[in-house]
C-alpha cells in the first residue's frame, strides 16, 4: 500500500517518534521532506513552565527544550558552540520562540 500526501510519497515512518519521512520526484531529482511532531514537546515544556510559577528564580534552571531537528535549522547549534549569549537571549526571549520556554522570565 502507498501513503501519498499528493505529490510526497511516505517512504519511512518511526512509530515511536512520529518522524515521517516522504520523497516526490521533480525535475529528475528526488526530493525528501521529514514531518517531526513536535506537539507532545511543546506540552510538556508547558507543563514545566507551569510547574515554575511561585518559585524562586536561580542559577542553573533550564529555560528551554528546543526538538533537536530545530536546533540546527534554527541556528541555536551555532549559537551554542560560539558561547553567542546575545543571540541565545534574543532568540529564548523572542515571543515566537515562547513555547520551547520551560521556565517563566527572561534569559
Do not use: C
Not at 501519498?4 to 516522504?22: F, K, P, Q, V, Y
Amino acid at each position: 500500500m502507498e501513503i501519498r500526501d499528493g505529490d510526497w510519497t511516505l517512504i519511512d515512518h518511526e512509530l515511536a517518534t512520529g518522524r515521517s519521512t516522504w520523497m516526490k520526484e521533480e525535475d529528475g531529482k528526488y526530493l525528501f521532506r521529514v514531518d517531526m511532531p513536535i506537539n507532545d514537546i511543546l506540552d510538556a515544556n508547558n507543563d514545566a513552565l507551569v510547574d515554575t510559577i511561585g518559585k524562586k528564580f536561580g542559577e542553573w534552571r533550564r529555560i528551554a527544550s528546543v526538538p533537536h531537528h530545530l536546533v540546527h535549522k534554527n541556528g541555536l547549534d551555532d549559537a551554542m558552540t560560539q558561547k553567542d549569549g546575545k543571540w541565545l537571549k534574543r532568540f529564548f526571549n523572542d515571543s515566537d520562540n515562547q513555547k520551547f520556554r520551560t521556565s517563566r522570565g527572561r534569559v
